[in-house]
């Protein structure tokens, strides 16, 4: 069971912002080391650039208490020792752990801030009500940042709802236009889809940087971290266990597979000549369709789909790791199994062990009905192309651009076996495996007070809309 109220915008942008709750801190805008503080003291140095939000000076204090520790370790296990301070090898492995977490947690939120990243929004012209042209960090934590105006908000609702004044969108919404149309109505012309394939590309190291902070983290079995309320104006620290580093580690896999799968295929349309500045289309959809056809689903890059396959298989391994460290009774952590949901972490096990076999061959995926198999090995040695399905993927009908059932059923048939498109993944899991709603009631019961999302008054926020994830439009 969880028992902490995390809202989407936390985890999306501050993602398990960890931090382990040690006491001490020192002031410093010196991210080296010094031989007269000890690593205790520059480690709670990072702590206090974290809390103030100042992400890079945090990231390079733990790099070097990281690389103090890890000295340290070496020259322990060498038996010099003169070269160790009063740390003992238990204490010098938690720092170690603990500033590789600091590491790969700042570098996550650093991510938005990235050259990658900023190029790809400079290259769709992002911008938001108050000019700038990129979405930053500092648009989302720290003063004056949104979820700083939120958790203001929330204390005294008379000052009214904060605005997305650092969203890009918020000051040039076209209404009654889709949400695509929205997005690349501002495309520089000539932007070729494969330019922001290449910056997704050069997103890939920083990922894997990441996972391999992660990664030696998780191997401190004593692994435990409080993300401090300071760093999203919050009102209470959030518990990070072991498991929850595994899986914060399989979703940060997870995503690095997805980056490789974004340039699988080919993808040499124009962007910036399909809509016009206030968002109708700039050519005939008959047009727009035969560019389509002519990209999508072709040119299969194979040093990318083996690397979406190492990091996807990656990905379970660390998800099943937190299934298989997840505590029985509550306490330090986000996560835990219950009496009501012993079931339910079963059922997620089989799952992930059965999407493991399915890398050898067709498997059941234990889902109860309707029966699905599952053979990510065939897909991954023999992938799928446009060319070999010999039928067009998408038509202009009824004035509408439409996808063609039969080619992504194709598409599929030898992947995912006993579901058809158009398919509901979310109705196919709330069908299947969250059928019980004392189930998801015991998951979710303690998720109601949690952070800047803490509703102190209820009855003046009732213009807060809520939408459930079926309801939103495609």
Known sequence: MMHKRVNKVVWIFVLVLVLPN??????????GLDGDTTLQEEFSSGVEFLQAADFENARDQFDATAAAAQAQLDAMSSNQQALIQSQTAEQLLALLANSQFGGALTRHALLIDSLPSQAMQAQLDLQNS???AVLT??????????????????????QGKPGMSGIPFSGS???GSSFIAQVL???RNDLVGSDLQSEVRNLQPLSEEIIRLLTAAATYTDFSFTIPKEIYSGNEDIEVSRADLYYYLGSVQFQR???????????????????????????SKDEIVLEMNENFFNTVNATELSEAKLFLAGSMSSFLSGLNNTPVEEGFGNIEESEVTEDLFADFTNIIIAVQSSFDGEVAIPTGAPAIMLNLGHFFDAPPTSDEIGIDPF???????????????????????GITFPMNSFRLLKDTILSSSDITDAIFDELKEFGPFTDPNPAANQDIEVIDTEEVPS
Not at 144 to 157: F, N
Not at 276 to 282: E, I, L, P, R
Not at 398 to 411: H, T
């Open 22 to 31: 040690c006491g001490g801190t020192k002031n410093s805008t010196n991210a």
């Open 130 to 132: 108050e000019g700038s």
């Open 137 to 158: 960090l500092d648009d989302l934590i720290g003063a004056g940042s949104y979820l700083d105006q939120l958790a203001e908000y929330k204390i005294d609702p008379s």
């Open 173 to 175: 919404l076209l209404p």
């Open 185 to 187: 109505h501002r495309a």
């Open 257 to 283: 597979s997805l980056l490789s799968f974004m340039n699988v295929w080919n993808f040499d349309i124009d962007l910036g000549t399909i809509y016009n500045a206030d968002g109708t289309f700039a050519k």
């Open 395 to 417: 038509v202009h009908e009824g004035g509408q651009i439409k996808f063609v059932e039969a080619f992504f059923n194709e598409l599929i048939e030898d992947t995912l076996i």
